[in-house]
């Protein structure tokens, strides 16, 4: 049991691991206006070519 609690204490006071955190949370909020991005472009694409396809 006390091995455990010693990699909690350890985990709380290790600073590094907020950075990793930091990191994480930049990557995932890019990864979200990514998503975002592609999906309005990727609508308005495909209606366009809904509209090429029609007209023809």
Same mark, same amino acid.
């Given at each position: 049991?006390?091995?455990?609690?010693? /990699?909690?204490?350890? *985990?709380?006071?290790?600073?590094? &691991?907020?950075?990793? $955190?930091?990191?994480?949370?930049? +990557?995932?909020?890019?990864? /979200?206006?990514?998503? *975002?991005?592609?999906?309005?472009? &990727?609508?308005?694409? $495909?209606?366009?070519?809904?509209? +090429?396809?029609?007209?023809?």
């Amino acid at each position: 049991m006390s091995s455990i609690r010693n /990699v909690l204490v350890r *985990a709380w006071r290790d600073e590094q &691991g907020g950075e990793v $955190l930091e990191y994480a949370l930049i +990557v995932g909020l890019i990864v /979200v206006a990514a998503i *975002a991005t592609i999906t309005t472009v &990727g609508t308005k694409l $495909l209606a366009k070519w809904q509209g +090429v396809d029609s007209s023809l």
